[in-house]
């Protein structure tokens, strides 16, 4: 019987505990949800607020005789801040030495045919086209590309093997020199930009129509440029504009017209200039 009682007073105890945890939680909610209110005002005063980005759609068309057409496979970039403020990489942009791709290849000896390759596709390298077998054998053959050819076939003992890998034969000034040469030219502009913006530098290329796509852009002032000068017919053009970016501003308004010449849709008018002559290689000798 002792056991019993025992069991029957420790059931009591636990009931009496439960009660007593249940009139506490009672009694302690009202405060609780006086205290709830704050929380969440407190929360949501410490949740960073969300700025809003726009994007700026360029549609880039240019002259050349009596032809217009989308400007493709070119790269433009947008710089923080006004033309004011940015108006040493203005200058810059705008003293920058205009090294055409007519010019580099000569100036490393090029055959005419290669410059002719080059050009045709609008390439700044032999990577920007597939060198077909018309461009190494009979009358149309590059001759920098026929000697590439038959170094592979040494190399790699057949023929279209040696053709696949040509570019691999070609010196590295023939094969993307060029290329390489401006993308120096490029970083030093770009990180001149951001030493005086302090922000990062954003870059776009323009599709096949010459259309393209800056997103996420901050609003706010920017400068739009290509840089380095596109050639385009027998001249090159630089862009260099003032920009503005609204918050909420949307890819489906009407796009930002850029042009080589005036027009009352353009909203960026680049400067031309004639391209230059080119030297001749210097001989060994001399």
Do not use: H
């Not at 796009?255 to 008018?269: A, E, G, I, Q, T």
């Amino acid at each position: 019987m002792t056991v019993y009682k025992e069991l029957f007073v420790l059931c009591i105890q636990r009931m009496l505990g439960s009660v007593r945890r249940r009139l506490w939680l009672l009694m302690a909610l009202p405060a609780i949800l006086l205290l709830i209110p704050g929380t969440i005002a407190f929360a949501q005063s410490s949740t960073t607020p969300v700025v809003s980005t726009g994007v700026l759609r360029l549609r880039v068309k240019v002259k050349s005789g009596d032809s217009t057409k989308g400007l493709s496979r070119k790269r433009f970039f947008l710089i923080k801040g006004s033309l004011e403020q940015n108006k040493s990489i203005a200058n810059s942009i705008d003293q920058q030495r205009a090294l055409t791709r007519d010019c580099y290849y000569t100036s490393i000896g090029a055959s005419s045919a290669l410059i002719s390759w080059l050009k045709e596709g609008d390439c700044e390298s032999v990577y920007c086209r597939e060198i077909e077998r018309v461009d190494v054998e009979g009358a149309k053959a590059v001759p920098e590309f026929a000697s590439a050819l038959a170094a592979g076939e040494k190399e790699f003992g057949r023929n279209e093997l040696a053709l696949k890998w040509l570019t691999t034969s070609l010196p590295e000034k023939l094969r993307d020199g060029f290329y390489k040469t401006r993308q120096t030219d490029l970083q030093v502009l770009i990180k001149q930009a951001e030493a005086i913006s302090g922000a990062r530098v954003l870059s776009v290329m323009t599709d096949r129509n010459g259309t393209a796509y800056f997103t996420d852009v901050g609003p706010g002032t920017y400068v739009l440029s290509n840089l380095l000068p596109t050639e385009i017919g027998a001249s090159t053009v630089s862009w260099t504009c003032e920009v503005q970016i609204k918050q909420g501003d949307l890819a489906t308004e009407r796009p930002y017209l850029v042009s080589n010449r005036k027009d009352k849709n353009v909203r960026c008018v680049g400067v031309e200039k004639p391209l230059p002559v080119c030297e001749a290689p210097k001989s060994a000798g001399s």
